[in-house]
Every structure is written in structure tokens, then in C-alpha cells.
């Protein structure tokens, strides 16, 4: 039996998959009346709904009319109700890339992630925004980095703790040059997120009160956010040597997950006691 090696191509692709999301929304929950003989809105609605012109839709469907604009495709996503991953997809389909991020402030984690934390028992690891807000944390941070839980919400932020702390910088046994990868790699991120213009403000604010931040911050430097190497020199567990790796949180593109990892046993040994100790204490034990 011979096998067909043809190729469905793009228009086909992204036709196939505006009629099927097409087909699943139900008429009546947009106020939609009449008999229908196929199921969901019509071609026409759609276009309606999306502001645009339905001969031009309905070529969309039948894999002709050439590649829409960004902004139409926005408005086809919207009329369909699509999800961001599916907003992603027809990106994908249509311009082969994906739409600009959409920034949105991010809220808090799930308790999945909260777990995955806690699963890295002697490598502090947290979970930050693009903005850099700290807004999860293992136990194995709090006792080598910091204790975010003992700070009001509005002061979890590393770039308020690096620069606006003494007892963070303290522990940097190469502060300066710490900070100025921080600053550059903070950059790479709020554009990457598209929050840019949700950075303005905390930006003017940091270089009013930290002329070190201003420095960096205009230099225009960038450095990749994704692995490093970090030493500190910790009130109780000494000389620290860490590598550092981020990853993306997958479906949350404005969440990044940051792992540090001793390079020596001894010192994991170390964490790990000190962890103990402090949860022995804790209120509840």
C-alpha cells in the first residue's frame, strides 16, 4: 500500500482549525436565534463578532485570502473565545510565530508548583514574575536566600531586596557584579513579557533610590536570564557555591521557575539541617 506523502499545507491547517473552533461555540450564548443545520455560529456571525468583512472570513476557512494581520487575527481569537494557548496556535498557523505577550499580573502559583518547590529539599528554589515579584519559595530558600515570608508582599521583589537590603548585600561576595547581571537580565525579561510599560514606574523608583540601579540600568546591558553560578558568604552555613538554572513555567509564559544547586554535598547536608531546625521551631512544628 503506498503511502500519500502529501503535506496539508499552512492556509489548510489554519482553515481546519478556525472551522472547528467555529463549530463548537453555542449560538444562543451570544444571543444568536433561528434554526441551524450545522452546529455552532455561522461564518458570517463569526465575522460580525470580529469586525471584519464576511467574505474575507469565509475565504480564512477556505484556505485562500493570504495571511491575515495580527490585529485580525486578534479579533478572529476574540470572536471564537479562544484560550492564550489557542490564541497561540492560530498565531502559529497563520504567521508562523507567535503574537506578542500579553502581560498580566500574576496572582500566585498552583499547588502543583507549590509541591515541586518543596521537592527540591536542599536546593533553594523559587518561582518569580516577570517583574521579578517573589511569589513562591521551598524552605531551602528561606534559609539561604531569604525569608520572603517574613516580608509584607509589596517588598518581595529581588531587585528591591539586591539593591534597597544591607544585610542581601552583605552576603554577595561579588555584589557588583551580581547586581549588574540582575539588572540586565531583568530587562531581557519584562520585554520578553511585554511588560515594558508595567516596569516604567518601579524603574523611575529604583533609580531615584539606588544611583548603583541607575547606572546599571542605563548602560543598556542585557544578559540571559537562563544559568549562572552564584557565591555567598551565609551568616550560618559559611562559603556557599551554587549553580543556578531557569525555566519557564509551561502555560505560564509571565512565570519563571529559578533552581540553585550547592556544588558541595556537605553543604546540601548543611541546608538540609538547618531546615529542620527552622521548621522544628515553627509555629506548629
Known amino acids: 500500500m503506498q503511502t500519500d506523502t502529501r503535506q496539508i499545507s499552512p492556509a489548510g491547517t489554519l482553515a481546519a482549525f478556525l472551522r472547528d473552533r467555529r463549530t463548537r461555540l453555542d449560538p444562543a450564548a451570544f444571543g444568536f436565534s433561528g434554526r441551524r443545520r450545522t452546529p455552532g ?7 460580525q463578532r470580529a469586525n471584519i468583512s464576511p ?6 476557512e477556505q484556505g485562500r485570502g493570504g495571511a491575515p494581520s495580527a490585529d485580525v487575527l486578534d479579533r478572529i481569537a476574540g470572536s471564537l473565545m479562544l484560550t492564550d494557548l489557542e490564541r497561540e496556535h492560530l498565531f502559529i498557523l ?8 500579553r502581560y498580566r499580573p500574576a496572582q500566585g502559583v498552583s499547588p502543583r508548583l507549590q509541591r515541586l518547590l518543596e521537592s527540591f529539599d536542599a536546593c533553594p528554589a523559587f518561582i518569580k514574575t516577570a517583574t521579578w515579584d517573589v511569589l513562591a519559595w521551598n524552605r531551602a530558600a528561606a534559609v539561604v536566600l531569604t ?6 508582599p509589596d ?14 548585600r552583605a552576603k554577595q561576595k561579588d555584589w557588583e557584579g551580581m547586581a549588574r547581571h540582575l539588572v540586565g537580565a531583568f530587562r531581557v525579561d519584562a520585554a520578553r513579557a511585554g511588560a515594558v510599560k508595567e516596569i516604567a514606574d518601579f524603574v523611575d523608583e529604583l533609580c531615584r533610590t539606588s544611583t548603583e540601579f541607575a547606572r546599571f540600568w542605563n548602560e543598556n ?8 553560578f552564584k557565591r555567598l558568604q551565609h551568616p550560618e552555613l559559611g562559603s556557599v557555591e ?20 550547592p556544588l558541595d554535598e556537605q553543604v546540601k ?14 509555629p506548629g512544628g
Not at 41 to 47: H, I, K, N, T, W
Not at 147 to 152: I, R, S
Not at 221 to 228: F, L, R
Open 242 to 261: 551554587m549553580e543556578y538554572s531557569a525555566f519557564a513555567v509551561d502555560g505560564r509564559p509571565d512565570l519563571g521557575l529559578l533552581v540553585y544547586n
Open 55 to 60: 467574505t474575507w472570513y469565509t475565504w480564512l
Open 221 to 228: 546591558d542585557v544578559y540571559a536570564p537562563s544559568e549562572g
Open 155 to 168: 517588598q518581595r521583589n529581588i531587585l528591591r531586596l539586591v539593591f534597597g537590603n544591607p544585610a542581601i
Open 41 to 47: 455560529l455561522r461564518r458570517e456571525e463569526v465575522a
Open 269 to 282: 547536608e548543611r541546608i538540609r539541617a538547618l531546615v529542620g531546625r527552622r521548621t522544628a521551631v515553627a
Open 147 to 152: 525569608d520572603y515570608g517574613t516580608l509584607p
Open 94 to 101: 497563520a504567521l508562523g510565530r507567535p503574537p506578542e505577550m
